[in-house]
T-cell receptor, first 111, second 117 residues
């Protein structure tokens, strides 16, 4: 079993829809959670960083962490065609400089 | 802030030659940088951790003599692919660790696409 599971998609939704991206993990030591967005042939871009359980909002993006269920989510409201990309979840534990990544979800927003 | 650059963005070379890729942190000092490799439609694979002034730590299965890493300053790490072969063709991405505050995490460069003929 992988430490981090993420549905690879592809996921296609119409413009304006709410998108839900999810990752589950098995390592209870993970404390820091990140979401990266990667456009084709580009490096990953940090979107959200969370530490505690609960929600964190930044513009159209909301990151949710449920440590009891070992489940994290990224919600995108009012999705735009420019949101079409691969979204990677990543996480790490205290004192560990390495990140453990999910496989990434390919998202396409249809105009 | 936290901008990481890579050079070149793409390179084509002949089999048997060596290629150097530079990774720079532009607006901060990075004592720790990371090198990743990514195949099409796959996630990132960590190759090595690069610490300024010391030898890099390679992940299991990564050939140290083939992928030479040098982190000579707080803003520059280089990856040299020696005696490159077609199977080394890939997308190489570096990242730099940003410490402390609300985002003790990694910021990534734009990547370098290597094609070995």
């Amino acid at each position: 079993q992988k430490e981090v599971e993420q549905d690879p998609g592809p996921l296609s939704v119409p413009e304006g829809a709410i998108v839900s991206l999810n990752c589950t993990y098995s390592n209870s030591a993970f404390q820091y959670f990140m979401w990266y967005r990667q456009y084709s042939r580009k490096g990953p871009e940090l979107l959200m960083y969370t530490y505690s359980s609960g929600n964190k909002e930044d513009g159209r993006f909301t990151a949710q962490v449920d440590k009891s269920s070992k489940y994290i989510s990224l919600f995108i409201r009012d999705s735009q065609p420019s949101d079409s990309a691969t979204y990677l979840c990543a996480m790490t534990s205290a004192g560990n400089e390495k990140l453990t990544f999910g496989t990434g979800t390919r998202l396409t927003i249809i105009p | 802030g936290a901008v990481v650059s890579q050079h070149p963005s793409w390179v084509i070379c002949k089999s048997g030659t060596s290629v150097k890729i530079e990774c720079r942190s532009l607006d901060f000092q990075a004592t720790t940088m990371f090198w990743y490799r990514q195949f099409p439609k796959q996630s990132l694979m960590l190759m090595a951790t690069s610490n300024e002034g010391s030898k890099a730590t390679y992940e299991q299965g990564v050939e140290k003599d083939k992928f030479l890493i040098n982190h000579a300053s707080l803003t520059l790490s280089t990856l040299t692919v020696t005696s490159a072969h077609p199977e080394d063709s890939s997308f190489y991405i570096c990242s730099a660790r940003v410490y402390g505050g609300a985002a003790d995490t990694q910021y990534f460069g734009p990547g370098t696409r290597l094609t070995v003929l």
